[in-house]
């Protein structure tokens, strides 16, 4: 009998802690927002190299307009892509039509057709509600999927999600949950990753910066809650933080802190569209002046606005599209972070797609440890086929423990560096080569390392006024990392 009671009371005491470790669990998940405070508080935005995002506009910034109107604003703008939304009026030459997903067949012709004539592409349709049924969900998809449109903007009415991730599943169609200000179902971020947590990952959030700061939310703690799950972008700037009546301004005017919510954005290597929606009732019959201020705003604080970025993100995954190998060894790619890892060697990565004359290469490295070897190629003129392009072409080269020209930041075997700017192993650092005529400038981690006239010394004979670029793998030892990869020419 004593050895029951011990047991049971042995049970009761799993119980409680289980029940305790529950409760605690529940109550650092309501404090998520708060640590993210704190998690933010190293973070160092100014150093934040900001990616070019693609911009759309949100079709509720020309209600005032057609459908159709808004495509010509849209174009006198440089906007390439759309987000309309469910009600507005499609054409003046058709009374009484209003764009949505009920529209006809050959109205949806009539619009696609529209679209190219204009050269836009529909990339998100919402805010757009629906019940919890089959039928009333396979309405929106199915004219998501005759319109092209990759995602679903919405703000959902039930809890059960499991048809909604259904649909997701079937048409590989995103939904982004909305958030409009409080009292709204998902005013607060940290309700929509409630929502979505354990659901497919093409459900997720769409972050409305404006609607946060009327609800008193700092957008970039909120984008830092909802990091992994952001699938779109509201991006407004507001002329005071925490009221409801305040008023869109041009992105760089307002208490938004835009340049800071696109460099978290850029951490978290955000693949989505930003969807401009400016709803100040004052711009309502001319919005597109401020909105051509606040694009200005961004190209401004855009690191990588004139570059091309040649490890590119495409349906969902990087992928090395356009580059080919040569040699022993390979480069892993992750799909998800866009991260190479060089294995075995040595041999060649090289981008297939273009030669390359007066340019600056941009990326980041990370050595494994102090013995990593490895070199970015430039100028390479011919495919490869032999290890004969080594003698023609340059190398700057990676190798912390190296000496002179054959040390990080040298053109190999020809020029050593002038400093040593380097990183531990372990962290990225960043590289900056600029090739212009025969003049080669290394810039690491903002120091200039290198500048240098080039000319045919040591292993190098003779060099080409323009070639492919090229990276080096040379061992699974210590591999090298590459990522973020963008190059910008130079005119």
């Known amino acids: 009998m ?3 009671i011990i047991v049971f009371m042995a049970f009761l005491l799993v119980i409680s802690v289980l029940y305790c470790a529950k409760g605690q669990v529940k109550l650092i998940e309501k404090r998520t927002l708060e640590s993210v405070k704190g998690a933010m508080a190293s973070t160092d935005y ?9 911009i759309a506009v949100q079709c509720w910034t020309f209600r005032k307009f057609t459908f159709y109107e ?21 054409s003046r030459d058709v009374k009484g039509v209003r764009f949505d997903h009920n529209l006809s067949d050959d109205l949806l012709k009539q619009i696609r057709d529209k679209l190219r004539e204009y050269g836009i592409s529909l990339v998100s349709y919402g805010v757009v509600g629906f ?24 703000e959902p009415k039930f809890e059960d999600a499991s048809l909604l991730e259904k649909m997701v599943k079937k048409y590989n ?42 609800s008193g939310i700092n957008p970039v703690e909120a984008l830092r809650l909802l990091k992994g799950r952001i699938i779109d972008v509201h991006l407004k700037d507001l002329d005071v933080f925490g009221s409801k009546e305040a008023r869109d301004v041009p ?45 200005e705003y961004i190209k401004s604080i855009t690191y990588y606005e004139d570059y ?49 004359k007066d340019f600056i290469l941009d990326f980041e490295y990370k050595c494994a440890d102090k013995f990593t070897n490895s070199g970015v190629f430039i ?20 190798h912390d423990n190296g000496k002179d020209m054959h040390k990080t930041a040298a053109v190999y075997d020809a020029e050593p560096p002038t400093i040593d700017a380097f990183k531990e192993p372990g962290e990225w650092n960043h590289m900056k080569i600029t090739f212009k005529g025969n003049r080669i400038r290394v810039e690491l981690n903002g120091k200039l390392a290198l500048d240098w006239e080039a000319e045919p010394r040591g292993k190098v004979r003779d060099f080409a006024q323009e070639g492919y670029i090229g990276l080096q793998n040379h061992d699974s030892r210590s591999p090298i990392f590459f990522r973020n990869i963008f190059v910008k020419e130079l005119r």
């Not at 100014?46 to 693609?54: L, N, T």
């Open 2 to 4: 004593r050895k029951n």
């Open 46 to 54: 100014e150093e934040v190299r900001i990616k070019k995002f693609p």
């Open 379 to 398: 100028r390479v003129p011919e495919v490869p086929t032999s290890d004969d392009y080594i003698y023609h072409s340059f190398e700057v080269q990676v």
């Open 70 to 90: 808004t495509l010509e604003k849209a174009k006198e703008l440089g906007i390439k892509y759309l987000q309309p939304y469910p009600g507005q009026a499609l």
């Open 131 to 154: 019940e919890n049924t089959e039928e009333s969900m396979q309405k929106v998809f199915d004219f998501a999927r005759k319109m092209r449109i990759r995602t679903i903007v919405t």
């Open 173 to 214: 169609i995103n939904v982004a949950i909305h958030n409009h200000p409080d009292p709204s179902k998902y005013s607060h971020p940290e309700t929509v990753l409630e929502y979505v947590k354990g659901l497919d990952e093409r459900i997720g959030a769409c972050a409305d910066t404006g609607h946060w700061m009327r």
């Open 308 to 356: 091309e970025e040649i490890l590119k993100w495409s349906w969902g995954r990087y992928a090395k599209h356009g580059w080919n190998h040569y040699g022993p060894g390979y480069f892993e790619l992750d799909g998800k972070t866009g991260v190479l890892k060089g294995q075995g060697g040595m041999g060649l990565l090289w981008y297939s797609r273009k030669k390359y």
């Open 251 to 295: 992105f760089g005017q307002g208490k938004a802190n835009v340049h800071d919510i696109l460099a978290e954005l850029t951490l978290q290597n955000f693949h989505g569209y930003l969807a401009i929606e400016h709803e100040n009732p004052k711009d309502v019959d001319n919005p597109s002046p401020p909105i051509r201020k606040g694009i």
